[in-house]
């Protein structure tokens, strides 16, 4: 299994940015693909998460389900997460991951396969 997360960059605050997580190397029918980011000094938290078949999704966080939107395309095996609203404390890297007959929301420890992060930076 691979998952190559790509999107990252610098913004200012209240930009956007549009993380993908191409996912590749698997034919299991129940899993789970979570969004999750950690900053210096900080435990790696969830952001996202989105269920196989793109029947269902949860955001972390109130303030995440305001200005995030998790999305899927079966066909490219891609998961998105849409960030409007940025704010300086959303800098982090980012990470997507999968897990097999997972739910959502989706811990970090229960994940399966993680993809190399791609760094976010908002400046204020």
């Known amino acids: 299994v691979q998952l190559q997360a790509s999107g990252g960059g610098l913004v200012q605050a209240g930009g956007s940015l549009r993380l993908s997580c191409a996912a590749s190397?698997?034919?299991?029918?129940?899993?789970?693909i979570g969004w999750f980011r950690q900053a210096p000094g900080r435990l790696r938290e969830g952001v996202s998460c989105?269920?196989?078949?793109?029947?269902?999704?949860?955001y972390q966080t109130d303030s995440m389900k305001g200005r995030f939107t998790i999305s899927s395309d079966n066909a490219k095996s891609t998961v998105y997460l849409q960030m409007n609203s940025l704010k300086p404390e959303d800098t982090a890297v980012y990470y997507c991951?999968?897990?097999?007959?997972?739910?959502?929301?989706?811990?970090?420890?229960?994940?399966?396969?993680w993809g190399k992060g791609t760094q976010v930076t908002v400046s204020s």
């Open positions: 991951a999968l897990g097999i007959n997972r739910r959502c929301p989706a811990r970090p420890e229960n994940m399966d396969y």
């Open positions: 989105i269920f196989s078949n793109s029947i269902g999704s949860t």
């Open positions: 190397g698997f034919t299991f029918a129940d899993y789970a």
